[in-house]
């Protein structure tokens, strides 16, 4: 089975600072990684996802997040943030194998300050 | 990728009352899910519903409570019985896209129970 653990319930953070949001998995076998936003009273949209190969994987709206295998986690980054980037973001990871169930992590709330 | 049709998005129920929550899927999908996101929470897994089969429940989750229908490859329906104001959330379906190694979801039934 896998697990999620964002670690950052709550990053308050101003206007073109960069930020990074905490994700680590556990998992007993290969797994699928994803980033999710979701901003007020809005549906899920994808950020970006790892499957395999380079551990830096570049999304929308400029960020970006690194797979780490030996440390198991997936942060992640935007060097610059705006204020519409405010919202709700949720790591998710699925087993690798196909037709396994996504698991989210519990949420990071990410304020962007003028 | 999969597009989902879910219906209602919303609704307004009584307490001790049951509602049906549709999801239609325009290709063909073994495997749908079906998840609960209370107010300022993750995402859950209810169930998982794989066609000609009883659905898999996740661990807090029962068939009494959240009866799931999968007739076939496109449609699935989540019955929310006897409700309380407890059960008010968001509802959503998912489906595996294999060929993208990723999910897509639907915009959710938001659920408020009084």
């Known amino acids: 089975a896998q697990s999620v653990t964002q670690l950052d319930s709550q990053v308050p953070v101003f206007e073109e600072a960069p930020v990074e949001l905490r994700c680590n998995y556990s998992s007993s076998v290969s797994v699928y990684l994803f980033w999710y936003v979701q901003y007020p009273n809005q549906g899920l949209q994808l950020l970006l996802k790892?499957?395999?190969?380079?551990?830096l994987v570049k999304g929308i709206n400029g960020f970006e997040a690194e797979f780490n295998k030996s440390q198991t986690s997936f942060h992640l980054r935007k060097p610059s943030v705006h204020i519409s980037d405010t919202a709700e973001y949720f790591c998710a990871v699925t087993g690798l194998g196909g037709y396994n169930k996504l698991i989210f992590g519990a949420g990071t709330r990410l304020a962007v300050h003028p | 990728s999969a597009v989902i049709s879910q219906k209602p998005s919303r609704d307004i129920c009584q307490r001790g009352t049951s509602l049906t929550i549709q999801c239609q899927v325009d290709?063909?999908?073994?495997?749908m899910f079906w998840y609960r996101q209370q107010p300022g929470q993750s995402l859950t897994l209810i169930a998982t519903?794989?066609?000609?089969?009883?659905?898999?429940?996740e661990s807090g989750f029962v068939i009494d409570k959240f009866p799931i229908s999968r007739p076939n490859l496109t449609f699935s329906t989540l019955t929310v019985s006897n409700m309380s104001p407890e059960d008010s959330s968001i509802y959503l379906c998912s489906v595996e896209n294999p060929q993208e190694s990723g999910y897509t979801f639907g915009s959710g039934t938001r659920l408020t129970v009084v």
């Open positions: 519903a794989n066609q000609g089969s009883e659905a898999t429940y």
């Open positions: 290709s063909q999908v073994t495997m």
């Open positions: 790892y499957l395999s190969g380079s551990t």
